[in-house]
């Protein structure tokens, strides 16, 4: 065999093996990128269905003549900040990521104060829509909890595969960067006390 041709062969071989691994590491990032925009959409799929639900108890709890418009004013404004509060899921970035939290947490301490208040008007506790859109609400508040928390479960294997060395090498290279977690809103350290008296 010819002396040059195993410094060609060695070559070769490190030029597969890098190949190889490129290949594996960017049909893989893609694959789990993927993964999490699939989450995402399952989380804005379950706050979208929260914004309906909303614009229609807000359009329930209109029907009280007297009720208080303030509240009424500040759950329409917060839906409104909430709705227009949009994330593109291949790119996601801490900061936006907390900007959606931060609106999100709005319309929930607005809806919050509308219910509390909703306790002052026998009408609307009477109220069989009312009763039912409250249930619909909390049912949809428990599917964001799964839908936010299956989000972090798509993340962490995502940003396993890119930043962990030799991986990292390529993650710039091929653009793909680690993804923020949701945390916890702001303020959800305390506890609520909302009482519901139905009676």
């Known amino acids: 065999m010819k002396k040059w041709l195993i410094p060609v062969i060695i070559i070769v071989v490190i030029i597969f093996g890098v190949y190889r691994w490129a290949v594996g590491f960017n049909n893989t990032a893609v694959k789990l990128n993927e993964n999490v925009s699939e989450a995402w959409g399952n989380v804005q799929t379950s706050y979208q269905r929260r914004n309906d639900l909303i614009g229609n ?3 329930t709890v209109k029907g009280a003549a007297d ?4 509240t009424l004013t500040a759950v329409i ?5 909430a709705t227009q509060t949009t994330i593109d899921p291949t790119n996601i970035t ?5 900007q959606f939290n931060e609106a999100q947490g709005g319309l929930s301490s607005a809806l919050s104060r509308l219910l509390v208040t909703v306790e002052r008007y026998p009408e609307l506790k009477a109220n069989e829509n009312f009763l039912k859109l409250q249930d619909e609400l909390t049912s949809t508040e428990n599917t964001i909890q799964t839908a936010r928390t299956r ?8 940003n396993n595969h890119v930043k ?4 990292s090498l390529l993650a710039g290279l091929f653009n793909f960067e680690g993804k923020p977690y949701f945390d ?3 303020g959800a350290e305390k ?9």
């Open 184 to 186: 916890a809103e702001a």
């Open 164 to 167: 962990t060395f030799p991986n």
């Open 94 to 98: 801490p900061e936006q990521l907390k």
């Open 151 to 158: 989000y972090n479960e798509a993340i962490k294997p995502f």
């Open 67 to 70: 009720f208080e418009k303030s």
């Open 57 to 59: 108890l807000v359009n």
């Open 191 to 199: 506890p609520v006390d909302v009482e519901f008296d139905f009676n």
């Open 77 to 81: 404004e917060a839906r409104s900040k």
